[in-house]
C-alpha cells in the first residue's frame, strides 16, 4: 500500500500537470500572403504586414469598436471614418413566415429545436434548407438536425455537432445558415456562435444575426461589406446588451460568420428583379447600350422552390461583352471560432483568434484599464472579443476581424467551426482530413469524429460548406 507521502506526491504532480494543460496556447496566428492585420488601440492605428503562403486576394480589416473600414487598398482596409450607431436603432423587422415549417429536434443539441424551412423567404429561422426535392439527402432531413445535408445551386452545406457530455453538462452553441440569402440564388450566409456562461446570447445569435446582417445590407448598399459586417456585430452587442438589462443574463459568445455574395465586376451586388412570366431576374445595374445580361440558369425544382427560381434570359447569353458573375467570400469573427479556406489544398485561414494569449489583445486590453493574468482577461474570460458578456465589456469588444476573398476555381471548401475543434487540430490537418471527402456531411461528421477522439473538452460544432461550380 502507498505511504501518505506517496499519495501526496502523486496528487500534487498530477494537479500540477492539470493546470500546465490548461495553460496550454492554443493561439496561431491567421495565415495569408501579404495579409495586413490592423490592431487598434482606442482610435490609433498600427498596421503590422505577416508574410505567409497563401492568396493574395484577401483583404482583411480589425477596426475599432466604433470604427469602419473605409479606405480599401489592394491587401488593406484601413478605418477613417466613425460608424453612427443610429443606423440600426431597433431590431430589423423581416417577414419570419414559414412556409410548410416543421420542428424537428436534434439528438444532442438540446439546447433549442432546429426549423427547417422550405421557403427562401424564411429568414427567421435556425437553419434555412431548399425544399426537400431539391436537396441530394433529401431523405435525411426531417430525421436528425444533427446531421443535415442540402443541397443548393452553387454550394452544399454538412453541419455536426457534439454537446460533449463527458465534459459539459450543457450545449451552448448554436450554428446558422441561409440558402439564397436576400433572396438571390446562390449566395449564401452561415454562421457558427459558441456561447460561454449560458446558451442565451448563442441561440440569439444563431436565430437572429443573419436578420441584422440583412437589414444592415439592405440600408447601406453602396457601403464595403467589411464595414457593414462590423456594423452587423455592433448592432448584435447593442442588441445583446438590451437584452441582457431586461433580462438579467450575463452570457456571451464567440462568433464565425461568412457571406458568399455574388458580384458583377464593378463589386456591385447581384439582386432580384421583379419577376415577370419567364421568372428573369436582372444585374443590379442596366447594361450599357449594345451590352446583354450573361446567361445564368440555376436549377429548379417542382413546386414552390421551383417556382422561386431566378434565371438570367438564356435568349441573351451569347453576348461577349456582358457583365460576369463573381463569388467573393466576406468573413468576420470575434473570439476564438474560425473559419478556414480550403484552397489548392491549403489551408487559409479567414479569421483572427482573439485570445489574452496574444500580445496585441493583452496590450489593448491592459491600456484600458484591465489586466490578463494566466492568459485570461481579468483572470476569467479566456477570449479578448465576443458578442455579450457585458459585465466586461470594457475590455472584451465586439469589434470583428474581417476578411474579403474572391473566390477560385481551386477554393473547395470552407470549415467553420468553434475551438472544440480548433484546440485539438490545426488548420491545415483539418483541411487535409477532409480535402477528398466530396460529401460535406460525411466530411463534418470525419471533424467531428476527430475532436471527439482527441479529448475536445468543449461543445463542439463544425460547418462545412463545399463550394460548386
Sequence with gaps: MASYCEVQWVASTFSSLAIAALEIDYQRQPTGADIRLVQSVSFSFTASTYSQDSPALISTSHPTPHSLASKPSPTLFLTDTTWKETAISSPPTISTTAMAAREIRSGDAESAPVTVADSIFTHGTLNQHPNVSQSSAGDSIGKSSKYSNVTGPSFRVGISEDSNKRWRRAMEDAHAFVYDFGDVPGQGFFGIFDGHAGKDAAEW????????????????????????????????????????????????????????????DSSRPLKPSDQGE????????????????????????????????????SSESNSKNSPSRRRVLYTANVGDARAVLCRGGKAVRLTYDHK???????????????????????????????????????FVVGAPYTTETDLRSEDSFLIIACDGLWDVIEDQEAVDLIKNVQDPQFASQELLKHALNEFSTDNTSIMVVRFTQ
Excluded at 452587423?232 to 438589462?245: G, P, Q, W
Design 205 to 264: 445569435c444563431g436565430l437572429h444575426f443573419h436578420q441584422y446582417l440583412l437589414k444592415t445590407l439592405e440600408n447601406n448598399e453602396n457601403k464595403p461589406v467589411p464595414d457593414l459586417l462590423n456594423a452587423t456585430f455592433h448592432a448584435v452587442d447593442k442588441e445583446l446588451a438590451s437584452l441582457a438589462n431586461e433580462r438579467g443574463l450575463s452570457s456571451g459568445c464567440t462568433a464565425a460568420v461568412a457571406f458568399l455574395r455574388l458580384e458583377d
Design 278 to 313: 419567364n421568372g428573369s431576374a436582372k444585374i443590379d445595374k442596366e447594361p450599357a447600350s449594345g451590352e446583354q445580361p450573361q446567361s445564368h440558369e440555376r436549377a429548379s425544382g417542382d413546386g414552390l422552390w421551383g417556382k422561386i427560381s431566378k434565371r438570367f434570359d
Design 356 to 394: 489574452g494569449s496574444d500580445a496585441q489583445e493583452a496590450k489593448r486590453i491592459t491600456d484600458a484599464g484591465g489586466f490578463v493574468m494566466n492568459h485570461r482577461v481579468n483572470g476569467v474570460l479566456a477570449v479578448t472579443r465576443s458578442l455579450g458578456d457585458f459585465a466586461m465589456k470594457e
